[in-house]
């Protein structure tokens, strides 16, 4: 696999100070906003410091905020806040260059098939202004798994959107705490639609983002699973802390070995 394909979390109030980091070890950020609401970054410095990214041959991708978002609610003022907070974050992703913008589903954990099939009409109403935009800016949209059981919701609503600019982004943490399927059905079953997965490990009880290794996820299905998928998703290494990143790049160096 290419060290293209390759992204490292990062919080965006963070990104200028870890610029020499960055570019010191030719690594490329994903640009997580969680930290920080998006009024209170600087778009412009943000974008100098992907400029000087790209400068290097390095690309960023985005993960916008999840708080208070939620594009399916049936709560019409929940919807308007999250089509604010999807304006802002495609606004950053144009300054950051992003060739892909991480968004949660919004879904709470237990959800019912009334619920779901509420969720998803409105998410169809929700999201075509925006793939317009992604489409301008030659970016995708990923549609991120947090408590859902199965990926059954996310291949409805790729379906019924039919766009190249919304896929899935498989958070593999997420589904060890929350999935009823196996690593390979979930795999399996999305792979015409993911382009994107977010990597990090934990005990099957709570998110802790540890490194590759370091918790019971059969990251060797995954790796075995990668080798001969048909189209090779991009992966961010999501530990938030930089030592679990150090050991996590040394663990995918010894599973897909970068060139």
Same mark, same amino acid.
């Given at each position: 696999?290419?060290?293209?394909?390759?992204? +490292?979390?990062?919080?965006?109030?963070?990104?200028?100070?870890?610029?020499?980091?960055?570019? #010191?070890?030719?690594?490329?950020?994903?640009?997580?906003?969680?930290?920080? +609401?998006?009024?209170?970054?600087?778009?412009?410095?943000?974008?100098?410091?992907?400029? *000087?990214?790209? %400068?290097?041959?390095?690309?960023?991708?985005?993960?916008?905020?999840?708080?208070?978002?939620?594009?399916?609610?049936?709560?019409?003022?929940?919807?308007?806040?999250?089509?604010?907070?999807?304006?802002?974050?495609?606004?950053?992703?144009?300054?950051?260059?992003?060739?892909?913008?991480?968004?949660?589903?919004?879904?709470?954990?237990?959800?019912? %098939?009334?619920?779901?099939?509420?969720?998803?009409?409105?998410?169809? =109403?929700?999201?075509?202004?925006?793939?317009?935009?992604?489409?301008?800016?030659?970016?995708?949209?990923?549609?991120? =798994?947090?408590?859902?059981?199965?990926?059954?919701?996310?291949?409805?609503?790729?379906?019924?959107? !039919?766009?190249?600019?919304?896929?899935?982004?498989? !958070?593999?943490?997420?589904?060890?705490?929350?999935? #009823?399927?196996?690593?390979?059905?979930?795999? =399996?079953? @999305?792979?015409?639609?993911? *382009?994107?997965?977010?990597?990090?490990? #934990?005990?099957?009880?709570?998110? /802790?983002?540890?490194?590759?290794?370091?918790?019971?996820?059969?990251?060797? @299905?995954?790796? %075995?699973?990668?080798?001969?998928?048909?189209?090779?998703?991009?992966?961010?290494? %999501? #530990?938030? *802390?930089?030592?679990?990143? /150090?050991?996590?790049?040394?663990?995918?160096?010894?599973?897909?070995?970068? @060139?």
């Amino acid at each position: 696999m290419k060290s293209t394909s390759i992204f +490292v979390y990062t919080p965006a109030h963070l990104l200028p100070a870890r610029l020499p980091f960055l570019l #010191n070890r030719k690594l490329q950020p994903e640009v997580a906003c969680q930290e920080v +609401v998006l009024d209170n970054l600087d778009f412009d410095l943000l974008g100098a410091s992907a400029d *000087q990214l790209y %400068e290097q041959g390095l690309r960023t991708t985005m993960h916008a905020p999840f708080g208070n978002f939620n594009p399916g609610s049936r709560k019409n003022k929940i919807r308007k806040g999250s089509m604010i907070i999807a304006e802002k974050s495609m606004q950053l992703a144009t300054k950051l260059r992003a060739k892909r913008i991480v968004f949660h589903p919004g879904l709470a954990h237990g959800c019912e %098939e009334k619920e779901l099939d509420l969720w998803l009409q409105n998410s169809l =109403n929700f999201w075509p202004d925006f793939l317009a935009q992604a489409a301008e800016i030659d970016c995708t949209i990923c549609i991120e =798994n947090i408590y859902e059981s199965s990926p059954d919701i996310f291949i409805k609503l790729l379906k019924a959107i !039919d766009s190249p600019h919304m896929r899935h982004v498989f !958070d593999i943490g997420h589904w060890n705490l929350f999935s #009823n399927l196996t690593l390979l059905d979930w795999l =399996n079953a @999305t792979a015409p639609y993911l *382009q994107h997965m977010h990597l990090h490990d #934990n005990l099957g009880e709570r998110d /802790e983002h540890l490194a590759i290794g370091a918790g019971n996820i059969p990251f060797a @299905t995954l790796f %075995e699973w990668l080798q001969t998928a048909a189209s090779k998703p991009t992966l961010t290494l %999501e #530990n938030h *802390q930089l030592p679990d990143a /150090e050991v996590s790049l040394q663990q995918l160096q010894q599973y897909l070995p970068l @060139t």
